[in-house]
């Protein structure tokens, strides 16, 4: 039996039916590549889901995380310790909010989302508007913050008062957000549902209806933030300033860390007591949070992303492969929108190619690669794509 076909039977017998059953055992990565059971290399295009911002195993997250857990690996957010001082002094002077503003960490995304809920709660207010396709996660709260009924619905009751507006429509959200609405989530690109970039005015729209009314304005940049989209965070493009940011995802360039990030008064809304994560930004995870912010400025991780983001989207684009409807998205956040529901078998013949590719929709393939991807790599991609797009008939 091969290496890969041992994981999947070790899985199925071992693993709750949550993911479907995995063809793949990955066992080395280094940079953008990964190595699978049986010795096989693959270009990842997947980042463990918008994750491994350095790639896998760059030295940098290495040598932080092994001082560390050799100085300092775990006390609990009874105690403060200098990594997660330092990373929220980071954080909030790379958010524009130096000196006025707080930090929360926690483990991931959806706990990002569900302390911002909270928040929310604690304004006195019910009423949250969320967008249609949306995705904040997965717990309870962020499930209920989650625009996609086919997720929510063998969980209901969800916590109530999330009211969902299309996606990308400042007049939607104008008449769904009043002085009574305590919060607006919104994605700056909606990843989960298929890289949707929403119109330029579209950020700028719901910090100008969030002040008129007095609601929050909660940007989630679990999928987008740290340089994804070749600025630290990708409101940033739209040149606006939220009222709470959530983060995860590459933060911890593979370790678990979220962060719940409250600008200004908001950061005080919280009072001990109300809200905990025992593991949330411990020392560990937050110096390998500080070794990837440290190497993203020491390298011009944002320029090269913006580069070979570039390089990257163009070079599809220029194919006009039949296909291929549009390329979207920003930096290496890049949607492939395709002109059939054929997505999941373009997929397996880039596996097979030794391209790792995640079909985010029927009809849209998603490449969200470590930042660190080279020209090089990517061209290999533009390169080879005409082939795995027209193989989409074959059987896997
Ligand atoms: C925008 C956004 N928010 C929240 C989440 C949930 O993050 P996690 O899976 O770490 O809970 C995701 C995950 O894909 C996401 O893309």
């Given amino acids: 039996m091969t290496g890969n076909a041992a994981g999947t039977q070790r899985w199925q017998s071992s693993m709750m039916d949550n993911y479907g059953t995995p063809k793949l055992t990955f066992t080395r990565g280094s940079g953008c590549e990964l190595t699978d059971a049986d010795g096989r290399t693959y270009l990842d295009f997947v980042s463990g889901i918008a994750v491994n911002a350095l790639g896998h195993a760059h030295p940098a997250v290495v040598e932080a995380v092994r001082h560390q857990i050799g100085e300092l690996g775990h006390v609990s957010n009874l105690y403060a310790h200098p990594r997660g001082l330092e990373l929220a002094e980071r954080l909030l002077d790379l958010a524009g909010a130096a000196g006025r503003g707080r930090v929360l960490f926690c483990n991931s995304g959806a706990e990002a989302n569900e302390a911002a809920f909270k928040i929310a709660r604690l304004t006195g207010r019910l009423k949250v508007v969320a967008t249609e396709g949306g995705f904040h996660g997965r717990t309870m709260g962020a499930l209920a913050l989650t625009g996609q009924p086919a997720k929510q619905k063998p969980f209901e009751p969800l916590p109530p008062g999330v009211v ?78 939220p009222d709470v940011i959530t983060l995860a995802k590459g933060l911890g360039g593979g370790l678990p860390i979220g962060a719940c990030i409250g600008i200004g008064a908001v950061g005080d809304l919280l009072h001990p007591g109300q809200h905990g994560t025992t593991f949330g930004g411990n020392p560990v995870v937050c110096a390998a949070a500080l070794a990837v912010l440290d190497t ?98 074959e059987k896997p």
Wanted: charged share 20%; with cysteine.
């Fill in 164 to 241: 969902h507006v299309p996606y990308g429509d400042a007049a939607a959200l104008e008449s769904a957000v009043d002085t009574e609405t305590a919060a607006i989530f919104l994605e700056p690109v909606q990843g989960e549902n298929g890289v949707v970039v929403p119109p330029p005015d579209y950020l700028r729209a719901a910090r100008e209806l969030a002040d008129r009314t007095g609601a929050l304005l909660v940007v989630d940049e679990v999928q987008t933030g740290i340089g994804r989209t070749g600025t630290w965070f990708a409101f940033q493009r739209a040149g606006i300033v």
């Fill in 296 to 393: 993203i400025a020491a390298d011009g991780l944002l320029a090269h992303v913006e580069q070979v983001g570039a390089e990257l989207a163009d070079g599809i684009r220029a194919l006009e492969h039949p296909l291929v409807a549009e390329v979207r998205g920003a930096g290496l956040l890049l949607g492939v929108g395709l002109t059939a529901p054929v997505s999941a078998s373009v997929a397996a013949a880039a596996q097979r190619a030794g391209y790792l590719i995640n079909p985010i929709q029927p009809d849209a393939l998603r490449l969200c690669p470590p930042l660190v991807l080279r020209s090089d790599q990517a061209r290999r991609l533009v390169t080879d794509l005409p082939a795995l797009l027209s193989s989409h008939e």
